[in-house]
């Protein structure tokens, strides 16, 4: 099946440690984003890749970093300077062109107590 | 700078009953408008989009209304159930743009 995974569904983190979501696409889809979701604020872009190698910040980078060393990873390190990490955390990517649809993976649960 | 306003936030509609969210952009480069609906604990999905040329597309109970003149476009859901009852997110992109735009969602709560 193709599809995006997302790992761990569920992380506790203590403050002060960095922590890394990770994200695996088969879809064969040259774009990659990472969104985080709080309660009453939509989905926020954190960063998104184009191609490999290459990526963007979105509107909330601050305190997290990416990394797009292959086609099918894009693994989000939340560092500790983000100052209010706890959120659920969505990964997706998409084929780009003229209808550019979205496909997102299961989320990750991050709480950092 | 929320470029696509959705409202409302959160919608109560009966059993049967029909569901209207709402959304309004303004860049007029946009050319491409989805919907999503995200279940709780999950990822949204791609639920139906529409291209400006088009005023309205149907899919089964979920309908796009789309007015270029006005910037809004609108998701009805017709005969309401309970299973409909999700986040459902208004977005819009621009061809050859990587990056999506998405609504602030509305729950949707259908009561039997």
């Known amino acids: 099946d193709g599809g995006i995974t997302q790992s761990p569904k569920y992380l506790f983190r203590k403050e002060g440690q960095n922590v890394t979501l990770s994200c695996e696409q088969n879809?064969?889809?040259?774009?990659m984003y990472w969104y985080r979701q709080d309660p009453g604020q939509g989905l926020r872009l954190i960063y998104y890749?184009?191609?490999?190698?290459?990526?963007q910040k979105g509107d909330i980078a601050e305190g997290y970093s990416v990394s797009r060393e292959k086609k099918e990873s894009f693994p989000l390190t939340v560092t500790s300077a983000q100052k209010n990490p706890t959120a659920f955390y969505l990964c997706?990517?998409?084929?780009?062109?003229?209808?550019?649809?979205?496909?997102f993976g299961e989320g990750s649960w991050l709480t950092v107590v | 700078q929320q470029q696509v306003k959705q409202s409302p936030q959160s919608l109560i509609v009966q059993k049967g009953g029909i569901s209207i969210i709402n959304c309004a952009y303004e860049?007029?480069?946009?050319?491409?408008f989805p919907w999503y609906q995200q279940f709780p604990g999950k990822g949204p999905a791609l639920l139906i989009a529409?291209?400006?040329?088009?005023s309205e597309k149907k899919e089964g109970r979920f309908t796009i209304s789309f007015n270029k003149s006005a910037k809004q476009f609108s998701l009805h859901i017709m005969d309401s159930q309970p299973g409909d009852s999700a986040t459902y997110f208004c977005?819009?992109?621009?061809?050859?743009?990587?990056?999506?735009?998405f609504g602030i969602g509305t729950k949707l709560q259908v009561i039997p």
């Open positions: 890749s184009q191609i490999v190698n290459d990526f």
């Open positions: 997706a990517s998409s084929r780009g062109g003229s209808e550019n649809t979205i496909y």
């Open positions: 977005a819009a992109s621009i061809k050859g743009y990587q990056k999506v735009t």
């Open positions: 879809l064969n889809h040259d774009a």
């Open positions: 529409i291209r400006p040329d088009v």
């Open positions: 860049n007029t480069a946009f050319d491409y």
